[in-house]
C-alpha cells in the first residue's frame, strides 16, 4: 500500500473524519490510518448517512495527523481515499472511504479546492462526537468549542461501536 503520511510542524496537527459504508468498512478505516500516519484516533462510531441518496449506515473516526499545508493534506487525503479504490459517481453517494479535513489548528483556507475549516463540520455530529475522543478541547475556528457544538446537536443517531482502529 502506498505510503501518504504528511509532515508538518512539531506539535501542531490538523483533524481529518473518516468514514466508509461499502466493503470492508472497519479495514477501510484501518487501511487509512496506516496510510496518514496518525498521532491519535477516536473510537468508532456507526451513523446513519447524511444527505445523498438511500444508502448503508457509516463507520465514521476522527483522526489526528501532523498539521501540513492545505494542499499536502489534500494529496495525503486523495491518496487515501483512492488506495481504498474510493469511486466518485454519485454526489454523497455511498463510499468505500471518505476522508475530509476538518481542521488545521487557527488555520482558515478559502481556497475552493481545500476549505478548512471544513465548511460543514459545525452541523455533522459524526464529525464532533467523535472528535471530542481524541481533543476534548477542541475549538473549530469560526464556530467555536466542538463539547458546545455537540451540546446543541442531535446526537442520537451517532452510536460508538466496541471496535478500535489501534491495532
Known sequence: MPQ???????GRTAVL????????RLERLYAATRMLGVVA????YETA??????????????VLVPAAPPHALLAAVRSAEQAALRVRTVH??????????????DLVSDDPEILIPHPRAHTRAFVCVPWLDVEPD?????????????????????RRTPWNLNR
Do not use: E, F, K
Not at 473524519?17 to 470492508?24: I, K, M, V
Not at 448517512?49 to 476522527?62: E, H, I, K
Not at 477542541?138 to 451517532?158: F, N
Open 41 to 44: 484516533v477516536s473510537g468508532v
Open 49 to 62: 448517512s447524511v444527505g445523498g441518496p438511500d444508502q448503508d449506515d457509516y463507520l465514521n473516526a476522527v
Open 4 to 10: 501518504s503520511t504528511v509532515q508538518g510542524p512539531a
Open 92 to 105: 454523497w453517494g455511498p463510499r468505500t472511504l471518505d476522508v475530509d479535513v476538518i481542521a488545521c489548528g
Open 17 to 24: 473524519a473518516l468514514g466508509s459504508n461499502l466493503g470492508d
Open 138 to 158: 477542541a475549538i473549530l475556528p469560526g464556530h467555536g468549542r466542538v463539547a458546545d457544538l455537540v451540546a446543541g446537536m442531535d446526537v442520537s443517531g451517532v
